[in-house]
């Protein structure tokens, strides 16, 4: 069984909102900082490297990355690219 890990691209208002919603649902969150190295813990929020984010299994999880405007991707393979997740406009009769 996979689970979810949300990573939030940098920090600002925007995504302490983001990453606060995440955590009110029960969901892992990690945000993204290189002044970091490995993990580490800041208000009330973890704060890891990139590396530790590729470093992941995927075969254990399934990474979510949300990079500013902060829409939803999800890495592919490991590698940078990631693939977005789009929403087709609802259409109207």
Request: glycine share 4%; charged share 35%; with cysteine.
């Amino acid at each position: 069984m996979r689970f979810n890990v949300h990573v939030i691209m940098g920090l600002n208002d925007d995504s302490v909102e983001l990453a606060n919603k995440l955590k009110e649902n029960y969901e892992v969150v990690y945000i993204c900082d290189d002044s970091v190295d490995g993990l580490e813990k800041r208000d009330d929020f973890f704060h890891v490297h990139e590396d530790f984010i590729h470093a992941m299994d995927p075969l254990l999880t399934k990474v979510i990355v949300y990079e500013p405007p902060y829409k939803t991707g999800k890495i592919v393979n490991k590698s940078r690219s990631f693939v977005m997740e789009r929403k087709s406009p609802v259409e109207e009769d």
